[in-house]
């Protein structure tokens, strides 16, 4: 494959029969990649072949979109990481990110970039509050507990005439129950309103 995800591309020619989405002369992210006859997809959703697309060009805007963490290489081999929107450092140096201005022009003592990374994030962890408290998951069990199996989804609901909410649940084959009314969004907050959750999204 010519190009990699995450490169920067724009179109080679004139794009014929996409939406108009496609706008000639923008820079876009290669998001996908497949081994389909047309294997590349852009951030914008479309897909190209490869004779139609070509590598951008990085420019001073794209580095002060890039993201805490890319890094920045000259001639002379040093790294700079960027810290905060405005800022590259490393051990020795803080550079402002107006300095970086001419990218192709040298930086002092550090020559020319010769390379910038941005990074990529793996989410290797990631905290998901749990919808149901406790005593909610020990009422619901107990109301659930002699049809458990019949049951298909769960839902909280509003009723615009009497300003509450209320519990409906839906089985499989049988009609909708729904549980008493309940004033206060403070029961049952984590659950949005008319979203259909399973039992196990529950914790049930």
Do not use: C
């Not at 996908?32 to 004779?51: A, C, L, M, Q, R």
Request: no cysteine; net charge negative; aromatic share 12%.
């Amino acid at each position: 494959m010519k190009f990699k995800v995450g490169d920067k591309v724009k179109f080679s020619k004139e794009i014929v029969g996409h939406t108009d989405s496609v706008k000639i002369g923008e820079i876009y992210k290669i998001i996908k990649i497949d081994e389909s006859f047309i294997p590349y997809k852009v951030e914008n959703g479309e897909w190209f072949t490869e004779e139609e697309l070509e590598l951008a060009d990085y420019t001073y805007e794209d580095l002060k979109k890039s993201p805490i963490g890319t890094k920045v290489t000259f001639e002379n081999k040093e790294v700079f990481v960027k810290d905060d929107e405005d800022t590259f450092e490393n051990l020795s140096e803080r550079l402002d990110l107006e300095d970086l201005e001419g990218l192709e022009d040298n930086h002092m003592y550090n020559g020319k970039i010769i390379k910038i990374e941005e990074p990529e994030y793996t989410t290797v962890y990631e905290y998901k509050p749990e919808i149901l408290d406790e005593a909610e998951k020990r009422y619901l069990r107990g109301v659930i507990r002699p049809f458990r199996d019949d049951v298909e989804v769960i839902r909280k609901l509003s009723s615009r005439t009497k300003g509450k909410y209320y519990i409906q649940i839906r089985y499989k084959d049988e009609p909708s129950t729904n549980l008493p009314y309940f004033e206060s969004q403070e029961m049952y907050k984590n659950m949005e309103t008319e979203k259909i959750y399973t039992l196990e999204e529950l914790g049930l």
